[in-house]
């Protein structure tokens, strides 16, 4: 009962923008810090921004200025707005929720910037 689905991944040009949804069922992500990694073949994973519960929020030195991270508790939602897409960004991004010992991991969402 417990999942994290992501939405909003696909193919854009360099220089366009997308919009990742990630969506929560089966807890409240109130008390939650929750954000986003990425992970491209053949390069480690990297958190790309955070958001805790009280709304602070950290980004990779690789997208700041370009992406910007939201909540939305009453519809139970993280939102990450990328804008100035470059294809470095191509990527399966993958939402999280963490609470102390606990983590949740949706599926992933690809997402893939062409030249």
């Known amino acids: 009962q417990l999942q994290l689905v992501e939405s909003g991944g696909g193919l854009v040009q360099s220089g366009g923008s997308l919009r990742l949804s990630c969506a929560a069922s089966?807890?409240?992500?109130?008390?939650?810090?929750i954000g986003w990694f990425r992970q491209a073949p053949g390069k480690e994973r990297e958190e790309v921004s955070c958001?805790?519960?009280?709304?602070?929020?950290t980004y990779a030195d690789s997208v700041k200025g370009r992406f910007t991270i939201s909540r939305d508790n009453a519809k139970n939602a993280v939102y990450l707005q990328m804008n100035s897409l470059k294809p470095e960004d191509t990527a399966d991004y993958y939402c999280?929720?963490?609470?102390?010992?606990?983590?949740?991991w949706g599926k992933g969402t690809l997402v893939t910037v062409s030249s």
């Open positions: 999280y929720a963490s609470l102390y010992a606990r983590d949740y």
């Open positions: 089966g807890f409240s992500l109130d008390h939650w810090a």
């Open positions: 958001i805790n519960s009280s709304g602070r929020t």
